[in-house]
């Protein structure tokens, strides 16, 4: 089974950038999907963007996609999350998982990561 650590959150200003990278550990990184997910506070979880094992295939949510740009190394066994063009509205917990396939819903994900803080403030 795979584990997951997530790192690179912080404080930026809007219109700043963030670069999130997802970490794993185990043999079998490259038979999962990773998807990454955020939870801003009193919110539920929301899905962000996903990668197909490859990485040929990606799936951005309508309000991130143009700005966050998202990558796999399957030699490193990361995934990153380039975030472009930071809003305060993008402010929330950011979360990786692990999944057969990309998955939009949180319940579909079989394993996660702690989540990496970011915050978009002025």
């Known amino acids: 089974q795979v584990q997951l650590v997530e790192s690179g959150g912080g404080l930026v200003h809007p219109g700043g950038s963030l670069r999130l990278s997802c970490a794993a550990s185990g043999r079998t990184f490259r038979m999962y999907a990773i998807t990454w997910f955020r939870q801003a506070p009193g919110k539920e979880r929301e899905f962000v963007v996903g990668?197909?094992?490859?990485?040929?295939?990606?799936y951005y949510a309508d309000s991130v996609k143009g700005r966050f740009t998202i990558s796999r190394d399957n030699a490193k066994k990361t995934v990153d999350l380039q975030m472009n063009s930071l809003k305060p509205e993008d402010t929330a917990v950011y979360y990786c998982?692990?999944?057969?396939?990309?998955?939009?819903?949180?319940?579909?994900?079989?394993?996660w990561g702690q989540g990496t803080q970011v915050t978009v403030s002025s």
């Open positions: 990668i197909s094992q490859s990485g040929g295939n990606t």
């Open positions: 998982a692990a999944a057969s396939q990309i998955v939009t819903m949180e319940r579909g994900a079989n394993v």
